[in-house]
């Protein structure tokens, strides 16, 4: 494969494929297991992703890159083979978490900003010598009363695109994630409000960007849709975000950015299947659509496996299932009768 960014950040966006985010932390797989019934044990952890990355039909048709955590990316298959050789030889570009999480922002209650630029030119370089070709780093952006302030959203971007600039200094295509989340309290963060605070965002973090001369072409954005908040008093219909979605990037993304790949952000499976399907439908557009799905990808392979080895080929069908809806929603072809068919 090419060293270059931009054909990086291209295989990344591939025509019917998405990237598997399967960088939860420690803390948050405990979780997942612990809805299983599994003890989150390292060879637990390895065994369960491993199960994913040699699920064939998906990996080589509808995935076209996997987010690690750093415990992942070091770790070998039970047979010895690196975790990172089985994703290259699928034809999927291994990618690592890099940022520290999103920790309370000081004078500036309910809100956060992401830690973990102090050392990272480093850990670049040492990622990159493991395989690594692309990075994540998520923002979070809350929707309350009063928030969120210029000083959060300010200090969110500048920390992505200095993180975006360390990232292509080191040769690895930066995912750049702001996510709006969707889980605010108040019962006013209806669509509308989100589309506000995502053309906000998405313009300072371009601004940054432009600042900390990234290369646009070889980056991946990564952001929410436009959607309504869970406690909002009105919920936008499918139709509704995905146009809201669409009219929102075409304000704020440039053409120069090869693709944009969707987080899930709470939404249900099907939900965040359909909504992306119905943006690629709106077409031609300037930038590759596509998805970038943690628990929309792997929820049901995880309920489908719950820890046992005779539940592998289940769990894997499970999986590849929803690689395949995906997929055909990143081209524009995902429909209600095609999911039930398929299932």
Known sequence: MSERLEDIAQAMVADGKGILAADESTGTIKKRFDSIGVESTEENRRDYREMLFRADDAMKNCISGVI??????RQKAA???????????AGAVPGIKVDAGAKDMPGFPGEKITEGLDGLRDRLKEYHGLGARFAKWRAV??????????????????ALARY??????????????????????VAAHDA????QVTEWALNTVFDELFEQRVLLEGMVLKPNMVISGKNASRQASAEEVAEKTVRCLKSTVPAAVPGIAFLSGGQSDEEATRHLSLMNAMGPLPWKLTFSYGRALQAAALKAWGGKTENVAAAQSAFSHRAR??????????SADQEKQAA
């Open 68 to 73: 690690l955590f750093d415990e992942t990316l």
């Open 79 to 89: 047979d010895g083979t690196p975790l990172v050789d089985l994703i290259k030889a």
């Open 141 to 158: 952006i809350d929707i309350a009363d009063g928030i969120p302030s210029w000083g959060c959203v300010k200090a969110n971007a500048h």
């Open 164 to 185: 975006a600039a360390l990232c292509q200094e080191a040769g690895i295509v930066p995912i750049v994630e702001p996510e709006v989340l969707m889980d605010g309290p």
């Open 192 to 195: 509308d409000r989100c589309y």
């Open 325 to 334: 809806m995906n997929g055909l929603a990143a081209a524009g072809k995902w």
